[in-house]
């Protein structure tokens, strides 16, 4: 079985200020591949980057960074230069290639408010 | 390029009637999921299909639900003899293979 963990549920972050935002995974794949979405008030699911499992880097996306820990399961959104916008909640999910077909698991969200 | 189309965005219902809600997936992608969202919760899996079949439905529920994703059309989540506890946001995604999945905006149930 596969699980996804996100220990924040709500974070504050001054505008034009960097935010981390956590995610810790558990999966028995070799192979699988972590996501993270945006979804604003408006209730869309907006897709931000991936990171695959044997990905030797960490991606990046523009202001969107992905900390990628294998040994430590974790896989935690940075976003720099936070703006107005950036306002919405966030969640981190994976998707195994063998053991749970190609489903997605969304952890429980963080919602991330900028002050201006 | 359009992207994965929902409708209707908003859907009521009373308690016993039928909810259909309809997705179109982004052009030239042929798998389609269906995800449940209840209030302030994340999303979880309800269904995988690929044309004309059913990959994965270990998410849907075992009574009133079920889903089609015919040769020609949009894909059809039917939910029957609707309760309250379906009230929920119902996001269809789709992919160009195996990778990436892109949302639609969403169909908003909600069960008098």
């Known amino acids: 079985a596969q699980k996804i963990t996100q220990t924040q549920p709500g974070m504050f972050v001054q505008e034009k200020e960097a935010v981390t935002l956590d995610c810790t995974y558990d999966t028995s794949d070799p192979s699988y591949g972590l996501f993270w979405y945006k979804q604003p008030s408006s209730g869309e699911m907006i897709f931000l980057i991936y990171?695959?499992?044997?990905?030797?880097q960490n991606a990046t996306e523009g202001r969107y960074s992905l900390n990628f820990q294998k040994a430590r399961k974790s896989a935690n959104l940075v976003i720099s230069a936070s703006q107005l916008g950036d306002s919405a909640m966030y969640f981190c999910a994976m998707r195994g290639q063998f053991n749970a077909g190609n489903m997605l698991t969304f952890g429980g969200g963080t919602r991330l408010m900028v002050k201006p | 390029n359009a992207g994965v189309m929902q409708n209707p965005r908003h859907l009521v219902r009373r308690r016993g009637q039928e909810a259909r809600l309809r997705c179109s997936p982004m052009k030239g992608h042929s798998h389609v999921y269906w995800y449940r969202q209840l209030p302030e919760e994340g999303l979880k899996f309800m269904v995988y299909l690929q044309k004309e079949n059913i990959i994965d439905e270990s998410g849907m529920p075992k009574e009133r639900f079920s889903a089609e994703f015919p040769k020609e059309g949009p894909s059809i989540l039917r939910i029957q003899q609707v309760v309250r506890g379906d009230s929920a946001a119902y996001f269809c995604a789709s992919s160009l293979n195996t990778d990436t999945q892109y949302f639609g905006p969403g169909t908003r149930l909600t069960v008098l």
């Open positions: 990171q695959g499992s044997y990905d030797q």
